[in-house]
C-alpha cells in the first residue's frame, strides 16, 4: 500500500500525469463523458457534488478539471486528493501504484525479458525479421521484439519462483505444461507501459498468429500516437513495423481488422484527425470489405476516414517488400479515398 510513499523530488509529475491521463481516470472511475463541440472539451455530471444539469468540464488535451457548479478543478493529482481524500504525498503513492504492475505482470514482465534473450541468441529470429524487412535493430529493440523457441520458458520462469498454475493461467503453458509459444517471433503489446499480452508469429508451419488468451489491450503504441495530426491504421505488427521503420510513426494497429469499441473510445476521445485504412488488399475481397466496414463505424462516431489502396494483393509490409518506398507509399496515402 502507500503507507510508505517514496520521496515526491524523486517523482516526475509530468510523466505521471501523462501516464494516466486524466480523461482515461475518469472513465475508469465511471464518470461518464459527453463531448461539448469544443474539441478536446468533455462535459458530465461532477463528481463531488449533487446536481441535476452536467457542469463538469475535462479538457482532455490540457489534462485539467472545471467544474462551474461547485468551483473545484485541477489535473489528475487535484482530482484524487478531492475524490479519496488523500494528501498530495499519499496521491502521488497512490497513482504511482496505479501504474505499477498487478501480479500477472511480472510473470509478463520476466517472459518477455527471456525472450529478448533468445532472440540474440538464436539467429532464426533475425533471420526471419530480414524476410519481412525488418532490418533497424534500434527499432527491434524499441518494439521490444523477442524470441520462443519453445520448450525452456517454463524451466526458466520456475526457476524464478513462478508456479505451474500461474503461468497456466497466465497462458504462458498449456495443460500438457508445453510453452504456449514455440518458435515464433514475439511483439510484446504493452497498455500504460505494462506488457498484457504478447502477440507470436510462427516461423514454422504452426497456425501464423497466436495471442494469449487474455485482452490485447488497447490500440498498439497509443501513447505514441495520440498526439498525431493523423493516423494510419493497419491489420497487424508487422505492417506496423515496416511503416515505422519507414518513418510513419503516426501507425497504430488493432491486432486485427475489427475495431471493439474500446479502440473506437480511444481514436475518439479525444478525437484523432483522419485515420488512413490501410488493409490488406485481398485476392477475394475480405480486406476491402473490412476497411469499408470500419470506415462506416468509424464515420458514424464522428471520425474522418480514408481508405488506402495498395497495389493488388499486397499488405503494407509486402509493398516495401516488394520495393516500395517511403514516398510511394506516401502517395498511396494522398490519393486515399473516403467512403
Ligand atoms: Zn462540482
Known amino acids: 500500500m502507500w503507507l510508505h510513499p517514496p520521496p515526491i523530488h524523486t517523482v516526475d509529475l509530468d510523466q505521471l500525469k501523462r501516464r494516466i491521463p486524466l480523461l482515461d481516470y475518469l472513465r475508469q472511475t465511471h464518470w461518464t463523458p459527453r463531448r461539448t463541440g469544443t474539441q478536446p472539451e468533455f462535459v458530465g455530471f461532477c463528481p463531488f457534488h449533487q446536481e441535476t444539469k452536467p457542469s463538469f468540464y475535462v479538457n482532455a488535451r490540457k489534462n485539467l478539471f472545471y467544474c462551474h457548479g461547485c468551483g473545484r478543478g485541477g489535473d489528475l493529482i487535484r482530482f484524487v486528493e478531492l475524490s479519496q481524500g488523500l494528501s498530495f ?8 501504484q496505479q501504474l505499477a504492475p498487478p501480479v500477472p505482470q511480472d510473470v509478463l514482465a520476466e517472459t518477455a525479458a527471456f525472450y529478448r534473450l533468445q532472440f540474440h541468441r538464436r539467429p532464426e529470429a533475425l533471420e526471419y525479421l530480414a524476410q519481412r524487412g525488418l532490418r533497424d535493430g534500434s527499432l527491434i529493440e524499441e518494439l521490444g521484439i523477442g524470441y520462443a523457441p519453445g520448450g525452456n520458458l517454463r524451466r526458466h520462469l520456475m526457476a524464478h519462483g513462478f508456479g505451474v498454475a500461474q503461468l497456466h493461467d497466465a497462458g504462458l503453458i498449456n495443460l500438457q505444461r508445453r510453452d504456449a509459444f514455440c518458435r515464433r517471433v514475439i511483439f510484446p503489446c504493452r497498455q500504460f507501459g505494462h506488457i498484457v499480452n504478447f502477440y507470436g508469429r510462427s516461423i514454422g508451419a504452426a497456425f ?18 495520440r498526439q498525431s495530426a493523423s493516423i494510419v491504421l493497419v491489420e497487424g505488427l508487422f505492417d506496423l513495423a515496416i511503416l515505422w521503420q519507414a518513418g510513419f510513426r503516426n501507425t497504430t494497429c ?9 479502440h473506437l473510445e480511444q481514436l475518439t476521445q479525444p478525437p484523432s484527425g483522419p485515420v488512413y485504412i490501410v488493409f490488406d488488399q485481398d485476392e477475394n475481397q475480405a480486406g476491402q470489405q473490412a476497411s469499408r466496414q470500419l470506415a462506416q463505424q468509424l464515420e458514424s462516431v464522428g471520425l474522418v476516414a480514408l481508405i488506402v489502396r495498395l497495389p493488388e494483393n499486397h499488405d503494407p509490409n509486402s509493398h516495401f ?16 479515398q473516403p467512403l
Open 89 to 96: 504525498r499519499q496521491t502521488i503513492a497512490y497513482l504511482q
Open 208 to 225: 501464423p498468429h497466436r495471442f494469449l488468451p487474455r485482452s490485447k489491450g488497447g490500440l498498439f503504441a497509443r501513447e505514441t500516437v
Open 254 to 262: 488493432a491486432l486485427g481488422a475489427h475495431l471493439t469499441s474500446a
Open 321 to 336: 517488400l516488394a520495393g516500395a518506398t517511403a514516398a510511394d507509399f506516401q502517395a498511396c496515402l494522398s490519393a486515399a
